[in-house]
């Protein structure tokens, strides 16, 4: 019998306590001995695997797949007989600023703990009473679930969405997520979700005013040019965690350069402890008073010759609407920006004394920001998502543009304004190389519902049957099935507590995917999905490299890949199933390679990556045509990854917005007026015809829904109110969003701890690690306390990602998922709120009161006998 036979046998006909487990996966993986993993040994291999131990097997690039934020990375599973012995990352060459080794993170190096879990899916299944209509709906998260075939679960879900369809239409389905999408197109639609997620109010507003979204549309400098930078402000971003790639690498190699850092944030986070001279403890939600307090001072103390303070060249050619004199044609001239700055009309300047009262600073720091950010020649002025993330501040991306502006960080060497976050931190720029499309034709129906919900009332329109669907434009549905395919809906959006009684509403719910988490959790059939480490291939890239994964492992148990499963439900449905799977993935795999390209050292014109040989493409078994390129496939197969070196004075730099600088009329930006827009009617009027709520067409201050202001009872008075800690939540190191929660590993290094000052702590009689209760308005959960002086009082904060674990009897989420506490507010342009939250908190219990959730018995549906 194989090493890979044992290991599936094991996983099979055991029952898996997590001792046992972490013998098994110390055996499947090695990252007992895993350079950067945890030193605790976790006990001896069994005896099983003493051939695979003693043979050094193969080097295969393992795909680190997950939405992460970081460079994606490259990673290496040493494969023996079919089982992965030990990863590692990227060893391929000396690491230097000019080709830096593309390392991954403690997820990625526990990407085998994820993939051999012992709590993956292995088998279709079905919940014990449900029944076609729904079953005992009530029962749904709690319910015991039976062992189906893939051909029963298939012939039930065919047989459910003919069903619903019939009785109800296609608005009764909702798709939450991507897999099926094919097979909905094809059987007339079905309503999906709408909203931005991780960008907040960047999506629309950054590229509408005139600046940029900061991923499709990045508006800061490359890493090289970063390094010319005399100061660089970090606002509301922690790379070392929400990343964790090499952006913390570009960040140290400007510091080394000279760049004094700034971090604006409620939390001294560990990109702070690490690059920061100077930390400025914010309050969350108020980032947009404060920023007008700064440019209150930026105004008034401005002096062209002794005190310049404002490039009011670049205002003037690259702007519209900073001032009375340069407002657009029919405008009001008492709508411009300075003017609401200075209260000339409203009679409330903006000034750092009002801005302090709501941001938690002092009017001395704010006139300091003003003053350093406005004064130092090089600013590199950089903000993540998160500050958008805040309920009702879709005119924050604009008053960050504003700001940048006004002191002219935009457009030049070694300084620039935008987003800096995600997989595009610290190294803006469009792509050096990338890889070709896949080729798979587009499944069209031009009769197919496009009904779309917002996020933010997505679980209240199943409930009550009604959703916006623009300004005074409110309308009925009635959703009687939730699928849910490849997303983590249920869990990541706002208002989790709604969505768990949605789920208990409707007649049915699908759930694809590789665990029992929390959307499968509360479904009816779930069926098991294959992971990358099982499928052909995967190229994934970013800025300057390009890797290919390849396959580690055969399918485990009866995992099924995603296009399997659509195109099998497509013959169900009587569907084009061929058209639904797409071309195979041996196929898919090539086209990308054949297509992958780099740019030649002029910058401009691009070349092949690859040559292919008509072996390459026999040993393959494709479709396709020999070709020259700059390396051979079969070295890229071998190193898995490619990078295009830099250096400084390369053809490869990027400064962003530097054309449009130099000449805004022949580089227009994508606004009615070709300039950037302080003063923006596209702006509100998107907000408006979105038909939630409304904002001016320049950057006013508005209160947000449960920001600071509202934990007061009385704000005139500050008398504070029932929730009077501002929650806000993070990006935590031991997940990806909500991927890897379920890895008792992570769980064990990084535990889930809710983050609070001591003077707070003291105040409330709770001790480092008792377990604290924490309440919004939505919901409650509890969780160890970790005390800190990093984080600023009156304020807290919990990693956002959490498997929820609801108590049925008294409603506590003892996971601490966020959104248990986040509360869905349709705001804007549709945004999801997780960075205002208020809540009240309380002391549960002593550290016994609740067991480490590394100790939890893991999700595994049915044990096996």
């Known amino acids: 019998m194989s090493e890979q036979s044992l290991v599936m046998k094991a996983l099979t006909d055991v029952t898996l306590k997590r001792r046992s487990f972490l013998k098994w996966s110390a055996a499947l993986s090695g990252t007992a001995a895993l350079s950067g993993g945890l030193s605790r040994k976790l006990g001896p ?29 490259l990673l290496k599973a040493q494969v023996v007989d079919g089982v992965v012995k030990k990863v590692k990352t990227d060893d391929t060459h000396p690491d230097s600023i000019e080709l830096p080794q593309i390392r991954g993170c403690a997820r990625g190096r526990a990407q085998a703990q994820h993939v051999f879990g012992a709590d993956r899916l292995k088998y279709p299944m079905k919940r014990k009473n449900w029944a076609p209509g729904g079953g005992k709906k009530e029962l749904r998260g709690r319910d015991e679930w039976e062992r189906i075939s893939w051909d029963e679960a298939l012939d039930l879900i065919a047989d459910e969405l ?3 369809i019939d009785t109800y239409g296609n608005e009764g389905i909702l798709e939450v997520g991507s897999t099926l999408g094919g097979v909905f197109t094809l059987l007339g639609g079905a309503v999906r979700p709408w909203g931005t997620t991780s960008w907040g109010t960047w999506y629309y507003t950054g590229d509408i005013v005139g600046l940029g979204d900061g991923l499709t549309n990045t508006t800061h400098n490359d890493r090289i040019e970063l390094q010319k930078s005399n100061l660089i402000v970090i606002w509301g971003g922690n790379p070392a965690w929400s990343a964790q790639g090499n952006n913390m690498k570009y960040f140290l190699d400007a510091k080394r350069a000279g760049a004094k850092f700034i971090f604006i944030d409620p939390f001294y986070n560990d990109s702070a402890m690490i690059l920061a001279d100077e930390w400025f403890p914010v309050r969350p939600a108020t980032d947009h008073a404060l920023a007008l307090g700064m440019a209150y001072t930026l105004i008034t103390e401005d002096d062209p010759v002794n005190n310049p303070l404002i490039d009011w060249d670049f205002l003037n050619r690259c702007c519209i609407g900073f001032d009375a004199d340069h407002m657009p044609e029919g405008a009001d001239p008492k709508d411009n920006f300075k003017d609401y700055v200075l209260g000339t009309y409203d009679g409330q300047p ?63 060497s070694g300084s620039c304004t935008g987003v800096s976050c995600w997989e595009r931190s610290a190294d803006g720029g469009p792509f050096l190389i990338g890889a070709g499309g896949a080729g798979n034709p587009r499944v069209q129906n031009e009769n197919a519902i496009r009904t779309q919900i917002n996020n933010g009332e997505l679980w209240n329109a199943v409930l009550t049957g009604q959703y916006t669907a623009g300004y005074n434009d409110v309308r009925n549905v009635n959703i009687q099935a939730i699928i849910h395919d490849g997303s983590s809906g249920l869990n990541q959006k706002v208002g989790m507590t709604k969505g768990i009684e949605a789920h208990r509403k ?49 399918p485990l148990f009866e995992a099924k890949d995603d296009s399997w499963i659509a195109a099998e439900l ?84 990027y400064i962003a917005l530097k054309d449009f600088r130099d000449d805004p009329e022949a580089n227009p930006r994508k606004t009615e007026s070709g300039l ?37 009872e009385d704000w005139e008075n500050k008398v504070k109110g029932e929730y009077p800690f501002q929650l806000f939540t993070i990006h935590y190191r031991r997940r990806s969003h909500s991927i890897f929660d379920n890895v008792p590993w992570l769980r064990e290094a990084f535990p889930q701890e809710f983050i609070m000052n001591p003077l707070d702590a003291e105040a409330l009689g709770l001790k480092h690690g008792d377990i604290a209760k924490i309440s919004s308005r939505h919901g409650t959960v509890i969780r160890p306390v970790f005390i800190t002086e990093r984080i600023r009082p009156g304020v807290v904060t919990l990693g956002e990602g959490a498997w929820a674990e609801i108590d049925e009897e008294t409603g506590i989420d003892r996971a601490g998922a966020t959104n248990t506490l986040n509360g869905a507010y349709t705001t804007g342009q549709g945004h999801q709120g997780w960075n205002s939250c208020n809540v009240k908190i309380e002391r549960y219990g002593g550290p016994d009161a609740l067991e480490q959730d590394y100790l939890w018995e893991q999700r595994i549906p049915i044990k096996e006998a």
Request: glycine letters at 8%; a negative charge; hydrophobic letters at 40%.
């Open 45 to 73: 291999a069994p005896s099983e695997f003493a051939r695979a131990a003693a043979s050094e097997g193969e080097w295969i690039t393992a795909a680190c797949w997950h939405n992460c934020g970081g460079q994606r990375c």
């Open 676 to 712: 950037m827009e302080i003063y923006c009617p596209a702006q509100q009027k998107m907000i408006h015809d979105f038909g939630f709520t409304e904002v001016d067409p320049i950057p006013t201050y508005n209160r947000p829904r449960e920001g600071y202001e509202d934990t007061f």
């Open 506 to 554: 409707v007649e049915f719910v699908l759930s694809i995917n590789l665990f029992l988490n929390t959307n499968s959790k509360y479904s009816d059939i779930v069926l098991p999905a294959t992971t990358q480490w099982e499928r052909y291939g995967y190229l994934k890239g970013n800025r300057d490299h390009l890797i290919w994964a390849r396959q580690i492992t055969e």
């Open 350 to 412: 903006k000034t750092p004394e009002w801005a302090a009262e709501i941001c938690g600073l002092t009017p001395k720091q704010i006139r300091y920001l003003a003053r350093t950010i406005g004064s130092t020649p090089k600013v590199s002025l950089l903000t993540a998502w998160a500050p958008a993330r805040v309920n009702d501040a879709d005119s924050w991306p604009h008053m960050f543009m504003t700001l940048g502006a006004m002191t002219g960080h935009i457009g030049k």
């Open 162 to 164: 003919k069903r619903i």
């Open 570 to 653: 497509a013959k169900r449905l009587g569907l084009d199933a061929d058209l639904v799977a797409g071309l195979p993935l041996q196929q898919q795999i090539f086209n990308q390679l054949a297509g992958a390209w780099v740019l030649k050292d002029n910058g401009v014109d691009r070349e092949n990556l690859l040559t292919i040989t008509a072996e390459d493409i026999a040993e393959m078994g494709v479709e396709g045509e020999p070709q020259e390129g700059r390396i051979t496939l079969q070295e890229f197969k071998e190193q898995g990854i490619y990078v295009v070196p830099r250096k400084d004075g390369d053809n490869f730099g």
